[in-house]
């Protein structure tokens, strides 16, 4: 069984940066691409950022410009970089991996990220 353990979330003042890891072990299925998800309270879970392993890489628009989604040279890492965070960037942010049909299949425990003053 595959598991993705995420790690780098927090507190932080709006404007300021986090910075998100994500990686697989156990039983990797054979997958297409890692990614990150968000989830506010009452709202419904929606992609962030998507990274393919043939490089192609997708951002939601209201993160465009200010995220960037890597991925770790061996591949079963994935991190995010969060420049420029605002209030509404308040979420529980999963990594997901997208399996062979391009489905998010397998999920992360979620790290909490805080944009307070």
């Known amino acids: 069984q595959v598991e993705l353990a995420e790690s780098g979330g927090g507190l932080v003042q709006p404007g300021g940066s986090l910075s998100l890891s994500c990686a697989a072990s156990?039983?990797?299925?054979?997958?297409?691409?890692m990614g990150w998800y968000r989830q506010a309270p009452g709202k419904e879970r929606e992609m962030v950022a998507t990274?393919?392993?043939?490089?192609?890489?997708n951002y939601a628009d209201s993160v465009g410009g200010r995220f960037t989604i890597s991925r770790e040279s061996g591949w079963n890492t994935v991190y995010l970089q969060m420049n420029s965070l605002k209030p509404e960037d308040t979420a529980v942010y999963y990594c997901t991996l997208y399996d062979l049909g391009g489905a998010a299949n397998y999920w992360g425990q979620g790290t909490q990220v805080t944009v307070s003053s």
């Open positions: 990274a393919t392993n043939g490089g192609w890489k």
């Open positions: 156990g039983s990797i299925p054979a997958f297409n691409g």
